[in-house]
């Protein structure tokens, strides 16, 4: 019987060995954050920063590209609607022939 109490007394004592370690890690955390107060506060400010302003840029990107798409698309149904190019409707501007001979007699009456 002796036997068996000592070893739930060593495992008991094993416990207690780890707890005070991980303990002491833990006070060790929480001292760094009392004597350097820049990892406390400055880091995760510093942190928030950059990774939001990554996040806001990949946010306008897809914005944009998402604005250009849709522009095209647009384009495509008004090109397909109206038969148009890039520099206006097709066939819009067709000049008359005009001879010197019609304006002459336009201006002088016979």
Request: glycine fraction near 8%; hydrophobic fraction near 35%.
């Amino acid at each position: 019987m002796s036997t068996i109490h000592t070893a739930k007394a060593n495992k008991e004592k094993e416990k207690q060995s780890v707890t005070a370690k991980n303990s002491g890690s833990f006070s060790s955390f929480k001292r760094w954050g009392r004597k350097s107060p820049f990892l406390r506060y400055g880091l995760p400010m510093i942190s928030l920063t950059i990774l939001g302003a990554l996040g806001l840029g990949h946010l306008l990107q897809g914005s944009k590209d998402i604005a250009k798409v849709k522009d095209d698309q647009e384009w495509e149904i008004t090109e397909a609607r109206k038969a148009l190019s890039r520099l206006g409707p097709v066939d819009a501007y067709n000049p008359k022939t005009i001879s010197l001979e019609d304006e002459l007699k336009v201006c002088f009456p016979p």
